[in-house]
């Protein structure tokens, strides 16, 4: 056990001692409209996200999206959408993924978890072919059920571990020590770039080629805890010919990730973007091999934007600024970049 799981542990008891009922009464009273009224609301609910939210409901509505349900399964996810919201958990990325969701005709999502994604991109997308690949069992079954909870039923599931080259039908989904629930937010395959969390436990699964789920696709977004460089450098020869518009996590010591990346900018005339909270800021290709985007842009997700859908991604960007009150490169940010090196 870590220092830092122990850690976890007293605050969790802690808050434990003040019942649900009171930290809900405090969260209902933040949400007004569908935002957050008070700075210090918000920092109550990011202390109160590490409480569990009880057995009591099978489901709950996401505070700041009113008829949108999703399952108490107990995750870390669960319980930072039931206390923060979608906009407190990953809303702006949220809203970048829905907005090119619902000009896309066929979606692959891997790395899906327990679908809070794969909900709000299939909500605005039911017309498109739509695939979520998830290791997980736990993961899935929920990913099912926020599904069934919302009337989703277009969304094709696939249980299985996205692998560039299969060296056999199994591999081993380890599941970190931090998280005590089954649906483990960062499981990860061995060997994966950029990771390293102590994990006592794993699960079995079955896993599957990146080149049996490709074919065809015009939106991508990956989120395989260290796996992004061997997916994409196995299927590289087919994105470079369909160029669909990939979402993708970009995490420090990521060398290899990076140098694709890189090849894709300068030899085939991709732009990366990196999707800030405050809108959407080009990444030079210079940058890629050492800029921390998390310090940079408050971010880890990028959009690798291929020469013919260029356009139609600043149309959607400029939708979304001009909807959000964002500024395509804000001179900020555009100081701010530091590196890795």
């Not at 850690?7 to 209902?28: I, K």
């Not at 890629?288 to 990028?302: C, H, K, M, S």
């Amino acid at each position: 056990m870590t220092l830092r799981t122990v850690a976890r542990d007293v605050v969790v008891s802690g808050l434990e001692l003040v019942p649900l009922e009171v930290w809900q009464w405090l969260r209902d009273g933040q949400f007004k409209q569908g935002k957050v009224r008070a700075p210090l609301g918000r920092l109550a609910m990011r202390v109160a996200r590490h409480r569990s939210i009880g057995a009591r409901d099978a489901s709950f509505q996401i505070p700041d999206e009113p008829g949108v349900r999703m399952t108490n399964d107990g995750s870390f996810i669960a319980r930072q959408v039931f206390w923060l919201g979608r906009q407190g958990h990953e809303g702006p990325e949220a809203q970048y993924w829905q907005a090119f969701c619902s000009h896309a005709t066929s979606i692959l999502e891997l790395g899906a978890n327990i679908g809070f994604f794969t909900l709000h991109g299939a909500r605005v997308a039911p017309h498109a072919k739509y695939v979520a690949v998830e290791a997980n069992p736990v993961s899935m079954r929920s990913i099912a059920a926020n599904l069934a909870l919302n009337g989703i039923e277009h969304v094709t599931l696939v249980q299985r571990a996205v692998v560039g080259e299969r060296t056999s039908d199994f591999v081993e989904l380890h599941l970190p020590d931090l998280e005590r629930s089954a649906s483990a937010t960062g499981a990860y395959i061995g060997g994966g770039e950029g990771i390293d969390r102590p994990a006592s436990r794993s699960v079995r699964v079955e896993a599957i080629e990146a080149r049996e789920l490709f074919a065809g696709v015009d939106l991508v977004r990956l989120d395989i805890e260290g796996q992004e460089h061997d997916v994409l450098a196995s299927v590289l020869e087919t994105i470079r010919a369909s160029e669909p518009l990939m979402f993708v996590e970009v995490r420090r010591r990521t060398p290899k990730l990076r140098a694709l990346l890189h090849d894709l900018a300068t030899n085939s005339g991709w732009s990366v973007h990196a999707l800030a909270p405050d809108g959407c800021h080009r990444v030079e290709a210079s940058e890629l091999p050492t800029i921390v985007l998390q310090e940079a842009f408050g971010t880890r997700d990028v959009a690798l934007v291929p020469p013919s859908r260029t356009e139609a991604f600043a149309r959607g960007m400029d939708e979304l600024a001009v909807r959000n009150g964002w500024f395509r490169r804000a001179p900020a940010a555009q100081a701010r970049k530091p590196s890795l090196g």
